[in-house]
């Protein structure tokens, strides 16, 4: 069975429709940008430092009810918000400067179950500023070394003009991604992070996957324009590109629906960012190589060891 | 054309085999239980296994197995249908068979208390055979199994200047055997000697120097002045003594209150990491670990004359008073602590060390029907709010009084203390018996998984692999036929291969980490995906099916190990900077991208040589 034709020939990279793409990169890049300067992330108590309680109500919870208690208790600051299902309540409180935190856990918990026994305490994260700090250090961190290790790897396996490429593309994802994250306010945590370097690892995937097909192209095509063996093997890869993004999909989204409530962050980075991917591995990368004048010159190819399976993990 | 040599497919086949065996404990589920450890680390042996059984008979309490495993013994209770996957509704028979090893372990508890740790944990169900093979199933990060992570900070200034105020009592003490009189003072980071005279000060040197010569004595501005510092080499030896000792205390500690598998780390220079998995009650626990509380002995000042006395005040409901400055007996002298009642009051029964004892005889027999205070200690930091909106943090020992009883007889080592609730009596015995820490440490990361919670993430994380995986699997054999079915071989080896290396690591599984799984099984079909296509594409460019099968897999390699390597990259980045559940994540990433390149490529290849291989065939099922 086959979804997509055997042979597309679908006109991705001409001038006109390269423009349209880049044009449209730009925007939604920008739109991020804008969108993370103004409204900022969401950030978790992984980074922002904090305290946050779930609790798990023998019966209905009754948010405003709760949210009153709090206020009368003095927590104002906190938010409280429904966790999964109508028992389950999520309390955050910021960092609290110059108050003993544990203490503060044990009070907020005491106002919550109001003396209750029947009252589960599911779960309680605190972070102290310090330790936000630096989580937030070392996701950063963790980002550049990995887009700088891959850029080095694309480099050495293919040639700079790709290994600009495949950079511009992450880049492009990893804001896109981000921003999606600051345009819905959703909140941004330490497991976020792991998937945004997990959608850079799967775009960087794709966009290997691509300049593969199109390097071995540019030796075998001879005579045709780099625009048009990049467009080729576009087409050539699409049926797999489709596949791959599909099936990865589909396992998201059975995780997004019945992961439960803490990984549905992790779950909607994957998703978003595998759909970026897959649009930027097709534009982005192939438009960045074509807008530095790639050739076939560029690309005599390094020899791939033969042995190289013997030696592979 | 297209064929694997003999030994090509035997390896593929034993080590498929080697991983579902090393996988297959797995399957067998777990079920509470307990674990006796023996103080000290020495190991059981048959017979004690002999005698705890007899003891749990006897008791009329019922149990599976018992066995020796590592030198502890672990005991396991009737199973309740409790696999993996299927649970939570069996709500009300897992809190009977919670009570049942409750009940063993207080029973336990009681009867080998001397030498013996009772922890609960749950127990592998898997058979004898696997079991004496040394197989053990994945073990479960704590949000799937509930638990406490915990990062403790350790107030180093305060271990260090803790060792300073030894250095003053023990300077002011050998300079006044010298007959002369300083004024010895603790001030911030060093000690203060100030003398009358020049020639003082060169003698106190030489005392000084005499007491430790590696710490740095500089002259005061006055030339009547020292002023002693320790030597980073000190400093940083102190620090490294201080962790120690505080992971020691934790650990025992930690042991006392019965958690099976605690894991004690240092992190850098100043962290300590606690883990406590599938603990019952998290927040009883974590007070435990950041406690101070200890105890000193002092006799009353009833007349108010001698030198050094002060008032401490008591807690409430008891009065405060004027005690002495010599400490008869503390905390760290302390061996044995346990709590019970004593005339019908929460009481505190103490065991001194030889030498706690002899001060202690000494005293009550000079000092018969005078008053003594047991003075209850605590240190606890509170935040200050500096101007610049920044929080510094501020160490303060409350010490205060909690009986004073007059010495009515003579006694050494041994001895009882009231004047606190049965809780606090019951920690306090705790904390003495597990011996004080070196330095406070207070909590600067926590997080907590109640058990409740720990079921939920399994049972949801493993119904998104199932849902997740059938779909997969459902798409592929529909979209490739035969083909598909073989991918689908492949994919289903390769949860097995993560489960194998999953349980052979001992890494722990976490939510994060069966989502890394999950994102494998979409990802690794990508392989078989570049490989069909590509066979497909040789097919219409006229190829024959053998060159077809043989470019296909030939060609579609160099992307996958590109693809697949720079997925990994990323991957390792993230378990070198990831923390918990991060570091998770990445484990079965980078475990899932490796085994299936092996059964997405090596794999798949064996099955489909031996299909298709050498044939002559006009078309393939793909």
Redesign the interface.
């Known amino acids: 069975?086959r979804?997509i034709k055997?042979?597309t020939n679908i006109d991705f990279l001409s001038r006109g429709r390269r423009n349209i793409a880049v044009g449209f990169s730009i925007l939604i890049v920008v739109v991020s940008l804008v969108s993370l300067s103004m409204r900022g992330l969401n950030l978790g108590i992984d980074f922002t430092g904090g305290i946050l309680l779930?609790v798990?109500y023998p019966q209905d919870a009754d948010l405003s009810g709760i949210r009153n208690k709090l206020d009368v208790a003095g927590f104002d600051e906190s938010i409280v918000q429904a966790f999964g299902n109508t028992t389950d309540v999520l309390v955050r409180l910021g960092p609290q400067?110059?108050?003993?935190?544990?203490e503060i856990?044990?009070r907020l918990?005491a106002v919550l179950s109001g003396g209750d026994s029947r009252v589960?305490?599911?779960?309680?994260?605190?972070?102290?500023?310090?330790?936000g700090e630096e989580?937030t250090e070392?996701?950063g961190?963790?980002m550049i070394?990995?887009l700088t290790?891959?850029f080095v790897?694309?480099m050495f396996?293919f040639q700079w003009k790709f290994a600009a490429g495949a950079v511009a593309a992450l880049f492009h994802d990893v804001i896109v991604t981000v921003g999606f994250f600051s345009f819905t306010q959703i909140s941004f945590d330490?497991?976020v992070?792991?998937a945004v370097?997990?959608v850079?690892?799967?775009s960087?995937?794709?966009t290997?996957?691509a300049f593969?097909?199109i390097r071995?192209n540019f030796t075998k095509l001879r005579g045709v324009s780099a625009e048009e063996s990049m467009n080729v093997s576009v087409n050539?890869m699409l049926?797999?590109t489709i596949?791959?993004g599909?099936?990865?999909?589909?396992?998201?989204i059975?995780?997004l629906t019945?992961?439960?409530e803490?990984?549905g962050p992790?779950?909607i980075a994957?998703i978003v960012g595998i759909v970026v991917g897959t649009y930027s591995s097709i534009y982005t990368a192939s438009a960045t190589a074509l807008m530095l004048h790639v050739n076939a010159q560029d690309l005599m190819p390094p020899e791939?060891d033969p042995d190289?399976?013997d030696d592979?993990? | 054309m297209n064929r694997y040599p003999a030994w090509l497919n035997a390896l593929v086949f034993t080590l498929l085999m080697v991983g579902i065996l090393v996988a297959l404990p797995n399957v067998y589920g777990t079920a509470p239980a307990v674990q006796l450890a023996q103080r000290e680390g020495v190991a059981f042996d048959e017979q004690r296994v002999e005698r705890v059984g007899q003891v749990l008979e006897r008791a009329d309490i019922s149990f599976e197995e018992i066995y020796l495993k590592d030198g502890r013994i672990v005991v396991r209770f009737a199973s309740l249908d409790k696999t993996p996957s299927a649970a939570a509704t069996q709500s009300s028979s897992s809190e009977n068979s919670q009570s049942v090893q409750q009940n063993a372990r207080e029973l336990l508890m009681g009867r080998f208390e001397t030498d013996t740790n009772v922890a609960l944990t749950e127990a592998s169900r898997m058979p004898e055979w696997l079991r004496n093979m040394g197989l053990e199933p994945m073990s479960l990060g704590l949000?799937l199994r509930g638990g406490v992570y915990v990062?403790l900070e350790v107030d180093m200034d305060s271990a260090i200047t803790a060792r300073l105020a030894a250095y003053e009592q023990d300077f002011d003490a050998r300079i006044r055997a010298e007959k002369i009189r300083p004024r010895v003072e603790l001030d911030g980071q060093q000690v203060n000697v100030r003398l009358r005279t020049a020639e003082e000060m060169e003698r106190a040197r030489e005392i000084v120097r005499e007491a430790d010569p590696e710490l740095i004595i500089l002259d005061g501005a006055d030339g009547k002045s020292l002023r002693v510092r320790m030597s980073e080499t000190q400093i940083k030896a102190r620090q490294d003594f201080a962790i120690e000792q505080n992971m020691t205390t934790l650990r025992n500690r930690v042991d006392q209150l019965g958690v099976a598998e605690p894991l004690v780390q240092r992190q850098g220079v100043s962290r300590i990491v606690v883990q406590l998995p599938g603990v019952q009650d998290?927040?009883a626990l974590?007070?435990i670990l950041?406690a101070t509380a200890t105890l000193e002995f002092r006799m009353v000042d009833t007349d108010g004359t001698s030198p050094g006395s002060r008032r401490y005040p008591g807690v409430p409901g008891v009065q405060g008073q004027i005690l002495k400055r010599e400490v008869i007996a503390s905390g760290d002298q302390i061996v044995d602590a346990s709590a019970g009642f004593s005339e019908g009051s929460p009481a505190v029964f103490i065991t001194l060390d030889a030498v706690g004892g002899e001060r202690m005889l000494a005293n009550t027999m000079a000092n018969l029907r005078k008053p003594m205070s047991s003075v209850f200690i605590e240190t606890?930091?509170?935040?200050?709010?500096l101007p610049d909106?920044?929080?510094s943090y501020r160490t303060v020992r409350t010490e205060e009084i909690i009986n004073t009883a007059t010495i009515n007889g003579v006694f050494k080592d041994s001895f009882v203390t009231t004047g606190l609730n049965p809780v606090e009596a019951r920690d306090l015995a705790l904390l003495l018996r597990a011996g004080a820490l070196a330095a406070p440490v207070f909590?600067?990361?926590?997080?907590?998984?109640?058990p409740?919670?720990g079921q939920?993430?399994i049972d949801?994380?493993f119904?998104?692999v199932q849902?997740?995986?059938l779909?997969?699997i459902a798409?592929?054999a529909?979209?490739?036929?035969g083909f598909g079915l073989v991918a689908n071989v492949a994919l289903f080896s390769n949860l097995i291969f993560i489960a194998a290396l999953l349980s052979l690591l001992q890494a722990s599984l976490t939510?994060?980490g069966?989502?890394g799984i999950?994102?494998t099984?979409?990802?690794a079909?990508?392989a078989n995906?570049?490989i069909f296509?590509r066979i497909?594409?040789e097919l219409?460019a006229g190829s024959t099916v053998q060159n077809a099968i043989h470019s296909g897999y030939e060609?579609a390699?160099?992307?996958i190990?590109?693809?697949?390597?720079?997925?990994?990259?990323?991957?390792i980045?993230?378990f070198?900077?990831?923390?918990g559940?991060?570091k998770g994540?990445?484990i079965t990433?980078s475990l899932g991208i490796?085994t299936s390149?092996?059964t997405s490529?090596v794999g798949t290849r064996a099955i489909v040589n031996l299909m298709f291989g050498g044939r002559r065939l006009d078309k393939l099922p793909i």
């Open positions: 069975m979804l055997e042979k779930e798990g400067p110059g108050k003993d935190s544990t856990r044990d918990f589960d305490l599911r779960r309680v994260e605190l972070v102290s500023a310090q330790v989580l070392q996701g961190l963790a070394f990995a290790m891959i790897y694309v396996r330490l497991t992070v792991a370097l997990a850079i690892g799967y960087l995937n794709d290997v996957v593969d097909r071995e050539e049926a797999r596949i791959t599909v099936t990865t999909l589909v396992v998201l059975a995780l019945l992961g439960g803490s990984v992790f779950s994957l791939i190289a399976i592979l993990p | 949000d990062l998290p927040n974590k007070n950041t606890k930091r509170t935040p200050i709010n909106g920044t929080t909590q600067i990361e926590d997080r907590t998984i109640g409740t919670l939920d993430n949801a994380g119904k998104a849902i997740g995986f779909a997969v798409f592929m529909f979209y490739y036929r939510l994060p069966i989502a999950v994102l099984v979409g990802m079909v990508d995906v570049l296509e497909r594409e219409s060609k390699f160099s992307s190990a590109d693809a697949n390597v720079t997925t990994l990259i990323a991957a980045v993230l070198a900077f990831g923390t559940p991060i994540f990445a990433l490796i390149m092996f490529i």
